[in-house]
């Protein structure tokens, strides 16, 4: 066992993992922040998307002691400080962007990597940056719309509804 | 998994060392070596972690010209600092993976592993790279040596790859629609003492160059100049996503299109 | 000016709110003080026999709860099968004992040998290592028709053969279709595959299950459509624990699609387990393991004729099928291709005379069982192929042969067995063509031409059976479970609403669609009004989610439920009002008497009914509680026409989708934000489908595509923006609401028009390409160019 702590939605954690506990495992089991989901073992699906560092990461194919010092972002930590959706969790209910919610943490986190990069994405830029995120609900359509709205973009030319 | 030990050595001299123990594995940036390990399809007593050595981070211009990338430095990074010194890679490095891998698979830890489908083999084989280990310097036509199968010794580690900048590259990916990783991917690296063009994705003997297409574009630099070249399908890998002939196929319209494309 | 409450309005989902937070609690998230890991040993063979099992080691190694084997599951019950289909001679189907764990016999790589409990699922995991199988492989059964030949290899060497049913419908008009084809001006035939399917919701299958000493009490916690189908199969049929002593619990589920609607052993075993160590037992699937044991999709290989007279008039059909059962029957398994297939065959046509026969075989594979669509995307792809197909060998455009055809008047009794009650298949199409500008095909083919790109455009239409189903029929029809479902409407004293329906949402919106309704016939705010399900324990009863049944069926029961409730608080009122009950109107949340300037709001008459001290007891009870169940007259017959546009690069044979357009008929539409996102993500399937997805087998009976890096799921850059309109409303005739349902419409009616505009591309370039299985993989489109 190998302790280790990292600053997670801006909080200080610690826990002692096996070198085998990946870093969804330590989020879920030990700390409880079961937002992050876990839905392939072959870092396809995405629904596992965290930050680390600021960066996008697939939290079921890093170990946790590679988080070791590292700041950690969830989906938990998405919201505004007073409870409200942020810009993006906003748009993707605004746009009906999810259905059974289950890859809904990862493409949220994915978004929010996306519009650090590039504030304004197209359509195809969107698409692109979502190839490792699976969803098997919506089609995709009110995903991307969602993100372009998100941005800023006007999407009402896109098909209604 | 099985269980194993993980340590994060911060210099290359102690990851030489701790890689020294029985059953210990060097771990990139794990976005292969997780899975399989998942799969229990690995049973390494110890990781040991390459992602905290800052000297192995990083992409740089040597004195000859060549661009220099640290063996720990992740896609996305190359995708954005060697973009002003050689953007053929810096595109390939861009395109490997989704964002979430790129942002931790390392070039080091897809040149050691040498996937027969992996994107990093075609540039380095193409770019006649130098692959630079903790105790030697790797020509990279001396280091793939067939699928999943390198020069490396047990316990080295790729430090740095050196790639010479050619005149014009590109590289072409065909993706495998479920992996996403190459059906075929070719790279065209056009150098002022020729052109070479490696494959990757297609063969059972993983990356390879393709001879006939070099010496043709070497002497006339024109996709046209490969209509009459015909890759054999022989020794080409045929499986669920497409026969041998589908992959030799693309390997002359992949090529085609990167010296198309190449700039 | 669109609505924005109640009926027809689009209100943002309020359960989104906990999805996009992190704050929804699907299975996996269930975490229990004691709980023990299983880690199921699965077969890595596809047949064989099973000489011993040695698990003395298992058991001794660290953290070991207990392993148990088939021996341990030898006194229960096998999983069952819900539906007994009769054959074309009269016969049941043969229906083989389904066992939890494997006992005596491996019949498909996947399949449960031996489970270890243990403290910690790595411990489970190491342990299964160290189990000992002595096994004698068999030849593994894999094609269907090689399965159906004299002397194959069986499956189940108790049964005659490896066929279940040899089903011909309608049987007593075999001879008479025999004779239409004979005597046609012209047959088109086409021999196709309907590719077998893995329905992959993102959320993979999970199970705790815990049990109760101190009152004997089982708790099933599960990722199911449908709990109380759960409680009722496996309380009922392999487990032996009553009712009362069983409570299933669905909470949020990451996904159906129909394979979730089935009872699985690993549910069973959960269960059975938890008494047996005495404490919590959890499974998580893996993604790999739901490969192997989740039960696939589609997988039918079929021949379809049709005649048509000189004038190109549909005169019959006539298909043969050879459909996969896998290695056992799942919960729905046989009624699949038979009730859920041949009776789609008449399409949205007036064929006079129709003959469907379907050989269900068992083979050394994952159980097959329904997925989104279900039979109906089976028969829809063949029906509209052929009809394709025949436009293009009588030259003939293939929207006129299609319009020619129709179906015009209704109701429509079709010549395979069920009746249309509404529909208007003039007006989707008119205007699908309207929506994907049809008319200026032309000139985007002219484009993609001079790009080196051939652009091909596929268009088809669809009918389907939703709202399954009325009980007498289904049940003659060999179902063993009526088709019913049940809603309680309980109104608390101070006026707000608590709905416990049958219907499970996963990922449907009902928490948001449902409380709609309600704010629509009482006039209250829909923030009024919550939605419970998915707990056997809260809501009364419920067949569940599947078959596009949600609104139709249980939304009904809302209604009829809702219904009593009003008729009930209009007597309160009345008394209130000192008026007649017949009198009272309510609107807007107001009961009236008519003509006057009285009323009371609806919060003071709730009241009343918890606080009756000014109240008719004598004539009604207090309290405002009402359950209703609904049991549908019909199926629904939700219909539309679809168009797809393709390029493909002729170099390589990728397709790629340039414009999908959809025009649906789904009667009335209570929420159209919600109704568009199921025909978006359904659409995504079907393209999935035709283009990419592909569950494949080799002749050892190995699973070739066993995980994302082989299967190919949709992804964002595969898919375009899609253009769907459901302004075509033909309302039900038969459910209070005029509802249809729209679940599985995308996935029924797309992936035709995908490979009519993939088949339309090809002959554009001159290619006489007539048909290319699904998926259409760009190796398989350049070969069927190459040998062209």
């Known amino acids: ?98 259905q059974c919610g289950f890859c809904t943490p990862g493409m949220v986190m994915s978004a929010a990597a996306l519009l650090k990069e590039n504030p304004t994405p197209t359509e195809a830029e969107i698409r692109e940056y979502l190839e490792g995120n699976i969803c098997r609900c919506t089609g995709y359509h009110n995903i991307v719309k969602a993100i372009m709205a998100a941005s800023g973009q006007d999407v009402a030319a896109i098909a209604a509804e | 998994m099985y269980a194993f030990d993980i340590e994060r050595p911060s210099t290359i001299a102690d990851a030489v060392t701790a890689l020294q123990g029985e059953d210990a594995q060097a771990l990139g940036g794990g976005q292969t070596l997780i899975p399989t390990l998942k799969q229990r399809l690995a049973a390494p007593s110890k990781l040991v972690s390459l992602s905290g050595i800052g000297e192995m981070q990083g992409v740089c211009v040597g004195d000859d010209g060549a661009v220099c990338i640290g063996g720990a430095t992740t896609h996305a990074t190359v995708s954005r600092e060697a973009a002003a010194h050689y953007p053929g890679l810096a595109a390939l490095a861009s395109h490997i993976g989704d964002p979430a891998v790129r942002n931790r698979g390392t070039i080091g830890g897809s040149l050691a592993n040498n996937d027969p489908a992996a994107c990093y083999p075609a540039a380095a084989l193409a770019s006649g790279a130098t692959i630079v280990t903790n105790n030697r310097e790797i020509a990279a036509d001396d280091y793939f040596q067939g699928m999943f199968s390198t ?113 | 000016m669109p609505k924005d409450s109640g009926i027809g309005a689009s209100p943002k989902r309020r359960e989104d709110v906990r999805f996009l937070t992190g704050a929804g609690k699907y299975t996996d998230d269930i975490n229990i003080y004691g709980q023990t890991y299983v880690h199921f040993l699965r077969a890595d063979v596809a047949h064989a026999t099973i000489n011993s099992i040695d698990t003395s080691a298992a058991a001794a190694m660290p953290g070991v709860v207990q392993i148990f084997t088939g021996a341990d599951f030898e006194a229960v019950g096998g999983i069952p099968c819900g539906w007994q289909v009769t054959d074309r001679f009269g016969e049941p189907m043969q229906e083989p004992r389904h066992p939890v764990i494997a006992h005596g016999t491996i019949r498909h790589v996947g399949e449960i040998v031996a489970a270890v ?45 490896n066929i279940c049913y040899d089903w011909g419908f309608v049987e007593e008009n075999r001879d008479a279709v025999d004779q239409a084809i004979k005597d046609a001006a012209h047959v088109t035939t086409l021999e196709l595959v309907n590719n077998r ?63 979730k609607i089935f009872h699985y052993a690993e549910e069973a075993f959960c269960t059975f387990a938890a008494k047996a160590v ?152 008119a205007k699908l063509e309207e929506i994907a500008d049809i008319g200026g095909f032309a000139a985007r083919r002219a484009e993609s031409e001079k790009n080196g790109k051939l652009r091909g455009l596929g268009v088809n239409c669809y009918i389907e059976a939703c709202g399954i189903a009325p009980s007498n029929l289904v049940g003659q029809l060999g179902a063993r479970a009526g088709l019913y479902d049940a809603a309680t409407v309980r109104v608390n004293a101070t006026g707000s609403i608590s709905v416990m329906v049958g219907a499970h949402s996963h990922g449907q919106g009902h928490e948001t669609s449902f409380p709609q309704v309600i704010s629509e016939m009482i006039g209250i705010p829909e923030d009024q009004i919550d939605i419970v399900h998915g707990d056997t324990s809260k809501i009364p009863f419920g067949m569940g989610t599947y078959g596009s049944r949600s609104l139709a069926v249980c939304g009904s029961a809302m209604v009829r439920a809702a219904e009593k409730v009003i008729n009930k608080a209009k007597k309160i009122a009345a008394h209130l009002l000192e008026a007649s009950d017949a009198d009272i109107e309510l609107k807007d949340g107001q009961f009236s008497v008519a003509g006057t300037d009285k009323s009371v709001a609806w919060g003071d008459v709730t009241l009343a009914a918890y606080v009756p001290h000014n109240y008719p007891l004598e004539d009604i009870e207090p309290g405002l509680e009402e359950t209703a169940f609904y049991d549908p007259a019909n199926f629904t017959y939700p219909a539309g026409a679809y168009a797809c546009e393709v390029e493909v690069d002729p170099d390589t044979g990728k397709v790629t989708i340039e414009r999908f357009s959809a025009a649906d008929d789904f009667g009335n539409v209570i929420n159209p934000m919600i109704v568009s996102g199921q025909v978006h993500g359904g659409i995504a399937q079907g393209v999935g489908q035709a283009l990419l997805e592909n569950c494949a087998y080799d002749e050892d009976g190995q699973l070739i595509s066993a995980s994302y890096m082989d299967y190919a799921m949709p992804r964002a850059d595969d898919l375009p923006f899609y253009s769907v309109d459901h302004s075509c409303q033909t309302p039900c005739t038969h459910n209070p609401l005029g509802v249809k349902g729209c679940g599985e419409a995308g996935a029924i009616g797309s992936p035709p028009s995908v490979v009519n505009a993939v088949i339309d591309a090809l002959q554009s370039g001159g290619k006489n390409v007539t048909h290319i299985d699904m998926p259409m993989s760009p190796s398989r489109v350049w070969e069927a160019m190459n040998n062209a």
């Open chain 1, 1 to 98: 066992m190998a302790s280790v702590s990292m600053t997670v939605n801006g909080r200080e954690v610690s826990g002692d993992v096996e070198g085998r506990t990946l870093l969804s495992s330590f989020l879920r089991d030990d700390l409880r922040l079961t937002g992050t989901h876990v839905g392939c073992d072959t870092s396809q699906c995405g629904a596992c998307v965290v930050h680390v560092n600021g960066a996008a990461v697939k939290a079921c194919t890093m170990f946790a002691v590679e988080a070791d010092g590292a700041e950690v972002a969830t989906i938990e930590g998405e919201a505004n400080a007073d409870g409200s959706l942020s810009v993006i969790q906003q748009a993707f209910q605004d746009h009906h962007g999810l």
């Open chain 2, 151 to 263: 020069a490396l010794d047990e316990g080295e580690v790729i430090t740095e790859v050196r790639f010479p900048v050619p005149q014009a590259a590109n590289y072409q990916k065909f993706l495998q629609p479920a992996s996403r990783f190459a059906l075929v991917g070719v790279f065209v690296a056009k150098y002022a003492d020729g052109v070479r063009v490696a494959v990757t994705g297609a063969s059972e003997n993983g990356v390879f160059r393709w001879a006939e297409a070099e010496a043709a574009l070497s002497a006339d630099f024109s996709a046209s100049t490969l209509d009459g070249l015909n890759m054999d399908a022989d020794g080409m890998i045929a499986d669920l996503h497409g026969s041998s002939a589908y992959r030799a196929h693309l390997v002359k319209v992949n090529t085609k299109r990167a010296v198309d494309a190449a700039s």
């Open chain 3, 117 to 161: 409990v243990g403290e910690t699922l790595a411990q489970a995991r190491d342990a299964a290592e160290a189990i000992v199988l002595d096994l004698t492989e068999k030849p593994a059964v894999v094609d269907m028709k090689a399965a159906a030949a004299d002397g194959s290899t069986k499956v189940h060497d108790d049964l005659t053969s």
């Open chain 3, 197 to 259: 399917l893995v329905a992959n919701p993102m959320e993979p299958r999970v199970a705790v299950g815990e049990y109760s000493r101190s009152d004997d009490m089982h708790t099933l916690h599960t990722t199911s459509q449908n709990p109380h189908v759960i409680r009722l199969l496996m309380g009922a049929f392999v487990l032996g624990i009553p009712e009362h002593k069983l409570r299933v619990v669905a909470p949020d589920v990451g996904g159906g699609f129909g394979t």
């Open chain 3, 278 to 429: 005495n404490r919590p037992v959890k499974w998580t699937s893996t993604r790999s393991e739901a490969f192997m044991s989740d039960a696939h999709g589609r997988d039918h290989v079929t021949k379809i004729e049709l005649a048509m007279d000189a004038d190109n008039n549909f005169t019959a059909v006539r298909t043969e099928t050879y459909a996969n059962m896998g290695a056992y029957l799942s919960t729905f398994a046989s009624s699949v291709p038979t009730w859920l297939h041949g009776t789609l065959m008449a399409g949205n046509y007036k064929t006079p005379l129709i003959y469907v026969n379907v050989k269900a075989m068992f083979t050394n594979t994952v159980p097959v069982d329904a997925y989104r669509g279900a039979g109906r995307p089976e028969a829809t792809f063949q029906l509209e192929r052929v009809i394709d197909k025949a436009a293009r060998e009588r030259g003939v455009d293939p929207i006129a042969l299609r319009r020619q055809n129709f179906v015009t008047e209704f109701p429509y009794a079709t010549p395979v067995a069920v009746e249309y009650d509404t529909g208007d298949y003039e007006a989707t199409m």
